[in-house]
């Protein structure tokens, strides 16, 4: 009996012995396989942005080249349907061209007197165009991708126009043992690496109004620009409200600890005497 229950105490240690071998062998081998795997995905680093300052605004001739560079290159594949022609007036376009950039295109308006539909130039009150007429269409037109709108697309995506930036500069061949489908293009700093844009920017693609050398870091800056605005056109007013709101509180603090001095003086430098009441005989 003694022999019996020897065996099963060496069985249950060997047992013991062995799990804990295999729980220290799996988390050696996790480990080992976290270390050697590749990662090609990179992260985009910040970039000295010249909005970024606390006083700080945006380039508006930058903005405006940006502008320039999505009509031209970008709006043949993406839309940014919550941006109108009237948000152009006094950040990059004059009322006047902001008008006769929204006349350049036809919109469908209606109905008439007879009841019918019609076509019509564009009005500053109207929004960009979307250049397919609806998801199936974009999705048939780009190998079952659909381009997504970029009207807040700096803030949807991590990293803002970091990301924006060095994924439109970051197109390269695919490294030794990535295979790409038909259609798809390597960018690191897309995840996974495999993206079905091509590049679309290069040099000298467009050239620009106000003559600015059109290279590609030049062409991608402005339009990263632009959609950070596009983003979040309140950028400028927010700063100048900010500046305002700290002058005026930097203002209400000093007052408020010369009245608190003041009310306080004679309370904190006064001092209070107790005199005992004496037993009468």
């Known amino acids: 009996m003694a022999s019996g229950v020897a065996m099963g105490l060496g069985k ?12 220290v062998g799996g988390a ?44 031209q290159v970008c709006a043949a594949c993406h839309s940014m349907r919550f941006l109108a ?3 152009l007036v006094d950040i990059s376009h004059t009322e006047v061209e902001a008008k006769a950039e929204a006349e350049e295109i036809q919109t469908l308006d209606g ?12 009005k500053l009150a109207d929004y960009f165009p979307s250049p397919f007429a609806n998801d199936a269409a974009a999705s048939a037109a780009n190998n079952g991708a659909i381009p997504p709108d970029l009207s807040f697309i ?40 495999a993206i079905g844009m091509g590049a679309p920017l290069y040099n000298e693609i467009i050239e620009y109004d106000d003559g600015t050398p059109a290279t ?40 408020s600890y010369y009245i608190k001095r003041h009310k306080w003086t004679l309370i ?12 009468s005989s």
Request: with cysteine.
């Open 12 to 23: 249950k240690a060997a047992m013991a012995t062995v799990g804990v071998f295999s729980g």
């Open 28 to 71: 050696v081998a996790y480990k080992l396989d976290q270390e050697v795997r590749a990662d090609i995905s990179l992260h985009a680093p910040k970039l000295p942005w010249s909005h970024l300052g606390h006083f700080d605004s945006f380039d508006h001739a930058s903005i405006r080249r940006g502008y320039q560079v999505y009509k």
């Open 85 to 87: 022609y009237r948000n």
């Open 111 to 122: 109905p008439d007197e007879a009841g019918e539909m019609f076509m019509r130039p564009g």
């Open 154 to 193: 700096v803030l949807a995506r991590h990293g803002g126009e970091d990301y924006i930036y060095h994924l439109l500069n970051g197109y390269c061949d695919p490294p030794a043992g990535i295979d790409l489908r038909e259609g798809q293009h390597f960018n690191p700093y897309f995840a996974g690496g």
């Open 216 to 255: 590609q870091s030049q062409l991608v800056k402005d339009v990263c620009i632009f959609l950070t605005w596009a983003a979040s056109p309140e950028h400028d007013m927010r700063k100048k409200i900010g500046i305002k709101a700290m002058l005026i509180l930097s203002m209400l603090a000093a007052s």
């Open 268 to 279: 904190k430098s006064r001092k209070i005497l107790y005199t005992p009441r004496t037993a």
